[in-house]
């Protein structure tokens, strides 16, 4: 099973590109359908709601009203941490039954506005970004949701600006041109990446490996980020520490590109093998997984750090990549050399 998040700025997009995915056969979980599914009249959340926070949170015929409870939580941080606490433990069960009810191969898209601004990129295998400029965006805002200008530029101040975004994709879906052409771009990603991403894991294969040497790109440090956090996460408290190592964690240096990771864990065993597995990163050997995304090839060695060996090992190879990094010079003289001294065995 393939999970990845997607979200994007009010008036982006996102909307058309969880259409289009649910077209092409994914499983698509709205994060805020399910937020107001929990709290419908009857159900258990909205009496806790209305225990908590008084009758004048209802309206005429008894349902929640969403701008009565947002003038009580938002100016409050003690009673918006309350009403999380009534409303996520509620949407995540809703949500782990939704993922638990689709298949083995099927991939389950995570459709959350603020995946950005909660931090939530690193638990799934993949983040899209939906964006268009802010000039079309508003624009949008005003013909379809019938919002003044003022109002929509508020609305996308609140959210995450466009760099925060632009770290945290590992796709990004420009929405700004003719009509049909976010549709085209969103099945070239399916048939192209997310649906051989999904076959991958389903059968344990990673992909293979680039070995030619090519100049650094620019977002090769935001990459190796996404991937030890996502890594990071997978492992959870057994894991000690993850680091971006190898070649690709030199910057200036010319290497092929693949994100080598370090994983320094408690006693490493299956679980946590299972856990990177279903991470995105199938098993390649005894302590070694690869990457299943044909779109960012990755090494993963993981060493015990209780043993003696593995921890000296897994410093061994941090401080092959610390030498390289305190030496620039040495990388522009002698690349070749350095890419050798840093490799992940």
Known sequence: MLRLGLTGGIGAGKSTVAETLTELGAVVIDSDRIAREVVEPGTEGLAEVVAAFGEDVLDADGALDRPALGRIVFADDAKRQQLNGILHPRIGARTAEMVAGADDDAVVVHDIPLLVENGMGAAFALVVVVDAPVDVRVARLVETRGMTVEDARARMAAQADDGARRAAADVWLENAGAAGALREQVERLWHGRLVPFATNLEHGNAVPVPTEVVPPADDRELVGRRLTARIAVAGGETVRRVEHVGPGAVPGLPAPDVVDVLVEADRPGDDLAAALVAAGFPRTGAGRHGSG???????VLVLDGKSRRGAKQAQAIVDA????????????????????EVALP
């Open 321 to 340: 990549r610390d030498r390289a990094l305190r030496d620039p010079g040495r990388v522009a003289a002698d690349p070749a050399a350095v890419r050798t």
């Open 293 to 299: 995304d044909p779109g960012r090839p990755a090494r």
